[in-house]
């Protein structure tokens, strides 16, 4: 019974018309917050000079991919995806995950083919992970950053531990303690926002997670110049943020929830469903405003 059911899976679940439809609902899914002076969508012709932002001439430059999500498979799916052969177990290898990384290299290696931008390189620096250090990760990121015409930095959460030895942000029995990034992740985007303000490279922060994040310093940082929540996308998550990114599709999803400033504008008693006014209860909060 088992092995027939993961037949389906492969053979129906995980088909090309299935990873397509996957495509299209992670499109319509991703929510534009902010997008000063028309940054996104990004222009591939556009990114070929030399050597960084400053130079003059045409040659090779780079779109810098950072971050902790921008290359972690399991951070594409729920704790309760498919795709698995077992509950918790490995993913299953007829379902294929794109991460934001991969989705931003073929959509460059596409456009080379038909446009003349094959001198635009993609660099990857992990940086962090989602809740401690690299060594050297912070310092890698701002060389990263500085020679990069446009810095794309993945951050956010996890339903499941894979490659973040065991540690899950939110899912079942695993609530939150807060509304804030992880501290890790915000002192990266420092050192990004740090880089770019002295190279000139324009910064695109994308948030991968369930519940609501409150990224306060990548939502009103003069460093930031386009805010993506990419919620966790599913197996054609990549590929579709590429084609936001790069103009191929229009961002169409709006915010389903409520995102406060921080836990300081929670109620007192988060527990108290009523909707009643005063300091407790389930009343309206005043959102997050992004430009």
């Known amino acids: 019974m088992l092995r027939g059911l993961l037949f389906h899976e492969q053979q129906v679940v995980a088909s090309a018309k299935h990873a397509e439809l996957a495509r299209t609902l ?3 899914g991703i929510v534009m917050l902010r997008n000063d002076n028309n940054t996104l969508p990004l222009s591939l012709a556009q990114l070929t000079v030399a050597n960084g932002p400053t130079a003059t001439t045409t040659t090779t430059s780079a ?17 309760y995806a498919g795709c698995r052969e077992t509950w918790g177990g490995e993913i299953t290898p007829a379902c294929d995950l794109v991460t934001p990384l991969r989705g931003i290299q073929e959509a460059v290696q596409a456009a080379a083919t038909t446009t003349d931008t094959a001198d635009v390189a993609v660099t990857f620096v992990e940086g962090c992970r989602l809740n401690h250090t690299i060594p050297g990760g912070a310092a890698a990121a701002a060389a990263a950053v500085k020679a990069a015409r446009v810095a794309v930095v993945v951050l956010g959460l996890s339903t499941n531990g894979d490659g973040n030895d065991g540690v899950v942000f939110e899912a079942e029995a695993h609530d939150r303690t807060t509304l804030d990034l992880p501290a890790v992740q915000v002192d990266l985007l420092s050192s990004v926002c740090a880089a770019a303000e002295e190279a000139g490279t324009r910064v695109v922060v994308v948030l991968m997670n369930g519940g609501p994040i409150s990224a306060y310093s990548a939502a009103t940082g003069a460093c930031v110049h386009a805010l993506v929540e990419a919620w966790y996308p599913g197996q054609a998550g990549g590929s579709a943020l590429a084609d936001l990114l790069f103009g191929v599709a229009s961002p169409s999803g709006r915010l389903p929830v409520t995102v406060p400033v921080g836990d300081a504008q929670l109620a007192d008693n988060y527990y108290d469903l009523s909707l009643t006014a005063g300091p407790h209860g389930r009343t309206y909060v005043r959102p997050l405003s992004c430009r």
């Open 63 to 79: 779109i810098a991919v950072i971050g902790p999500n921008a290359n972690r498979t399991s951070a594409l799916l729920s704790s």
């Open 26 to 28: 992670a499109q319509r």
